[in-house]
Each structure stands twice: as structure tokens, then as C-alpha cells.
């Protein structure tokens, strides 16, 4: 089996920062970065992929090349892309979740939306807390979405949070497990009682995370976003005990 080369590259830091489309030569990413002090880059086998990941990151490191590129991938047909994934994840019998959080004031009235897709269904979740934040929202979205299906079952999982996307796809929720949900500054990990809860259900279905843009006319995205903030509004919300006491210790 011939081994799989990746399509671009994505130089953050490094003599030239930009894309590029091959590794070697001297218009390669490999001329960037080699002996350059402290380069950043990355390779991936996908456009999609090194959107996802670059549009993932604290805007503030990228170089002006670098957010050009990403805003032309935001209205080059990534909504197109995305309903071919969901199309294809759809048809092998998977399911895919949408998810939205929203927290009015953060911290302050907070509330979680949810699509759940199916290949002939499709279903709504929400939910709020009186006192709790953005992240925590996002977090609970995805549990609540994961919690109402029944194993076995295999999950796309498309949020706009970069917070809860990037724990997982680039390994910080397994480094917490490793280190008894402790950041690697010694710090106890921020709203570990979601985390833990996310990671159990993680383990318990095949869960892949996809990060896309909010507010990105992606339909289902607006439905959460909308569910969100509706439940967030509603009177006579219930605590969020996780939230309560981790600030009222603090």
C-alpha cells in the first residue's frame, strides 16, 4: 500500500509564513522552516483540514498571508464540503450532531442547543442554567446531544467552539486524563466536571469532532445557535451546580 503524502502546509512561523503545496524544493514549506529558531507549521492531507485547524488558532500568532488565505477557504464552498461529509457520514448509517452554546454576560444566563441527525430523523435539544458560562454551555451541548443516543454508534460532531474542538482533536483532554485533570502548568483543569463526563461518553461512542465557523449560514449551526439563547431567556432556570461551586470556592 502506497503511503499517503500530504497536500499542504500551513508555515505559521518560519522564514516565509504562508501556505504551501509541496515540502520539498525551494518553494517548499521544508525551505521555511528547517533551521529557523522556534518555527511553527503544520502539514495536512486537506484543505478542509488545514482550514479547520488554522481557523482553530489565537488569531493574534497568524501573519497577514495566513488570514487572507483562511477568509478566502470561508466563503470558497466549505458549506458545500461540509454537506457532502454529512451526506456520506449519513448514508453508512452514522449520526451527526450539531451543537451550539451561549451564555448571556458570560458568566450569566446560559443556555445549550443541539441537533441530532439521523438518516431518517432529526432531533431538537435545549436546555439552560440560571448562573453559568459560554464554555460551559458549549460542553454541556455536546453531552446532552451524546447522552440521548443508545450505543454502538459512530458520531460527526460539528461545533463552532474551538474550546471543546481543539481539547480534542489536539490531545488536551487525554494529556488531562494522564495527569489527574491537571493543566500543564499544575493547574486543575477549568469546568472538570463536564470534561470528565464528555471524556466518559467519548469512550463509550466513536466520536470525530469537527470545528466549523459560527454564524457561517450552515443551517443546522443557526437552529443551535437559536436554540441556545432561547433557553438561556427562559424564566425560572435551574443552577448550574458545577458552576456554583467552583465559584463560590474560588
Known sequence: MSKRNKSI?????GRQPG???????????RAQVEGYPGAIFKGFYTTEEAYNWLNAQPHHILAPTLKEWSAKQGTAGTNDTLDSLLEN?????????????????????????????????????????????NNRMELTACIAALESLHPPAEVLLITDSAYVCRA???????RWTNNFWRRHDGKPVENVDLWQR????CRRFQVQFYWIKGHNATVEN??????????ALQPD??????????????
Open 237 to 250: 432556570l435551574p443552577e448550574d451546580a458545577g458552576f456554583q461551586v467552583r465559584y463560590l470556592t474560588d
Open 222 to 231: 443557526e437552529v443551535c445557535d437559536r436554540l441556545a439563547r432561547s433557553a
Open 19 to 29: 501556505v504551501y503545496t509541496q515540502w520539498e524544493g525551494p518553494q517548499g514549506a
Open 168 to 174: 480534542i482533536t489536539e490531545g488536551w483532554l487525554q
Open 89 to 133: 457520514h449519513l448514508s453508512k448509517g452514522g449520526i451527526v450532531i450539531f451543537t451550539d452554546g451561549s451564555a448571556l454576560g458570560n458568566p450569566g444566563p446560559g443556555g445549550y442547543g443541539a441537533v441530532v441527525l439521523k438518516n431518517q430523523s432529526r432531533q431538537e435539544i435545549s436546555g439552560g442554567f440560571r448562573y453559568t458560562t
Open 9 to 13: 502546509y500551513i508555515v505559521v512561523k
Open 198 to 201: 464528555l471524556d466518559h461518553l
